[in-house]
C-alpha cells in the first residue's frame, strides 16, 4: 500500500492515490473533487486523476490539474497508484490489471458481487468499502453509506413530489383549504431523516415508522410524528432492528400495510447493510393506495427492495394510479453535492491510511475491509461467498 512504513513522514511522501472515472451507466459523481486535492496532498498523496473523472459532476481536467493532480490514462493510473478511489467497483481486470497490496476503496455492496469479491482475495488486493463503516464516532467522517444516503433522501421526496398528482403543502382557495399530502418515511437512517426533513421542509405533514431507539429520538427532534404499529417495539440499534424484523415479518408486514394505505407518498428508507433487503410490502397493499399517490424504495437493487418485484431504476405503474419507483443510485443525480460529501469521506480514509497503521489493526478500518492479505475479511461477505459456492458447487 505504501513503499516505507517506516516513519509517518516517509509514508506521507509515498502514497499515490489515483481517482477513477466512473463507468456505470448512469453514475455522475466522482470520488474527490478539484478543491479537495491540496488537502490531499497536505496530507502527504500524490494525487492522479483519470481524464473526464470529474466531468459529469462539473470538474473538468484543467481544474484538477490548476489544484496540484496530474491527469493520467488508466494503465499509468493503475500501475502507479497506492491507493485507488472510486464510487463502484472498477470495470477491470482483477489479475491483469490490479496488483497485490494495491488498496481499493468504493462503495463496494460486497453481497452483489461475491465472486468478484473472491478474485480480489486471491490477487492480494486491499479492497476498503466506504459504506460498510462502523457505528462509531471516529468513523463517521469515512461513512459514505451516510453521506450518499442523505442525498438521496433528499432526491426520493422531489422525485415523489414530480410524480404525484398534488403539491405537497397545503393550498388555500376560495373554498377553503386543500388536503395536505400526507408522507410516511419507513425507517429513520440517515436517508430516512433526510427524507422526512425534505418533505417537512415543503410543507408536508410528516410520519415515520423505526424502532431504533436513537433514531426515534432523532425523527422526534425533527419534528416528525413517531408512528408507532401494533406489534412492534423499539429496539437497542441496527443489529436487534433486523433480528427483530426477522422474527416479527408477519407483524411487519401486516401493519405497515395498513398504514401505507393511509399516506399519499411513502419513501422506504430501510436497507440492511450488506444484505438483500427483506420483502416488506407487496403489490396488492401498494395497489390499494389512493390514484395519484407515489411510493419510492431506496433499497430497491439489482436483486430487489423491500417492495415486491421493485427493481432499481425502474417506474411501475401498480393498482389503480399508483406509481411504484424503485430509486437505484439517487444520490448520482446530485452529482455535485454528492462528489463533495463522497471526497470528504475519501479524505478522511487518506489521512486514517497515512497515519495508521495496518488497516486489520484499525478499530475503523478492520470492519470496513472486505478483502486483505489474500483472504475475505468482511465476516458477512464470507459467509455469503461459502453459501453461493455451495450451491454452486464451486471448490
Known amino acids: 500500500m505504501v513503499a516505507d512504513r517506516g516513519t509517518t513522514e516517509a509514508a506521507m511522501r509515498t502514497m499515490t492515490a489515483g481517482v477513477l472515472r466512473e463507468t456505470a451507466p448512469g453514475e455522475r459523481r466522482v470520488a474527490l473533487v478539484p478543491e479537495l486535492v491540496p488537502a490531499a496532498e497536505r496530507l502527504g498523496a500524490t494525487v492522479l486523476v483519470e481524464p473526464g473523472a470529474g466531468a459529469l459532476a462539473g470538474h473538468h481536467d484543467a481544474d484538477y490539474r490548476i489544484a496540484g493532480a496530474a491527469v493520467v ?3 499509468e493510473l493503475l500501475l502507479r497508484a497506492d491507493v485507488l478511489l472510486g464510487i463502484h467497483p472498477p470495470n477491470v481486470d482483477s489479475v491483469r490489471e490490479l496488483r497485490p497490496g494495491q488498496v481499493l476503496a468504493v462503495l463496494v455492496r460486497p453481497h452483489r458481487i461475491p465472486y468478484l469479491v473472491r478474485r480480489w482475495a486471491d490477487r492480494g488486493v486491499t479492497v476498503i468499502g466506504l459504506d460498510l463503516a462502523p457505528d462509531l464516532p471516529a468513523a463517521y467522517p469515512l461513512d459514505a453509506e451516510a453521506s450518499q444516503g442523505r442525498a438521496a433522501g433528499y432526491r426520493a421526496v422531489l422525485l415523489a ?44 405533514p410528516v410520519s415515520a415508522v423505526e424502532l431504533r431507539h436513537r433514531e426515534r429520538a432523532a425523527v422526534v427532534a425533527l ?19 433486523w433480528d427483530a424484523l426477522g422474527r416479527e415479518r408477519p407483524a411487519w408486514t401486516a401493519s405497515l400495510a395498513e398504514a401505507v394505505t393511509r399516506h399519499d407518498v411513502v419513501v422506504m428508507a430501510l436497507a440492511p447493510p450488506g444484505r438483500t433487503p427483506p420483502v416488506l410490502l407487496h403489490t396488492t397493499v401498494v395497489g390499494r393506495m389512493r390514484p395519484g399517490s407515489v411510493l419510492v424504495d431506496l433499497a430497491a437493487g439489482p436483486e430487489g427492495g423491500t417492495v415486491e418485484g421493485v427493481r432499481s431504476d425502474t417506474t411501475t405503474p401498480v393498482g ?41 489493526d484499525d478499530p475503523v478500518l478492520g470492519p ?9 475479511r468482511h465476516e458477512p461477505t464470507r459467509r455469503f461467498l461459502r453459501e453461493v459456492i455451495a450451491v454452486a458447487g464451486l471448490p
Open 161 to 204: 413530489a414530480t410524480r404525484l398528482d398534488r403539491c405537497l403543502p397545503p393550498w388555500g382557495t376560495a373554498d377553503g383549504l386543500v388536503e395536505p399530502v400526507r408522507v410516511l418515511v419507513v425507517g429513520a437512517g440517515h436517508a430516512g431523516l433526510q427524507a422526512a426533513d425534505t418533505a417537512r421542509r415543503l410543507g408536508a
Open 368 to 376: 470496513m475491509l472486505v478483502t486483505d492479505r489474500g483472504m475475505v
Open 320 to 360: 389503480d394510479g399508483v406509481t411504484v419507483i424503485g430509486a437505484g443510485e439517487l444520490a448520482a443525480q446530485v452529482p455535485t453535492t454528492a462528489s463533495l460529501a463522497y471526497a470528504h469521506n475519501a479524505l478522511a480514509l487518506l489521512d486514517r491510511l497515512i497515519r495508521g497503521g495496518e488497516p486489520a
Open 223 to 241: 419534528g416528525a410524528e413517531l408512528l408507532d404499529l401494533p406489534g412492534l417495539h423499539p429496539v437497542a440499534g441496527e443489529r436487534e432492528l
Open 73 to 75: 490514462g488508466r494503465a
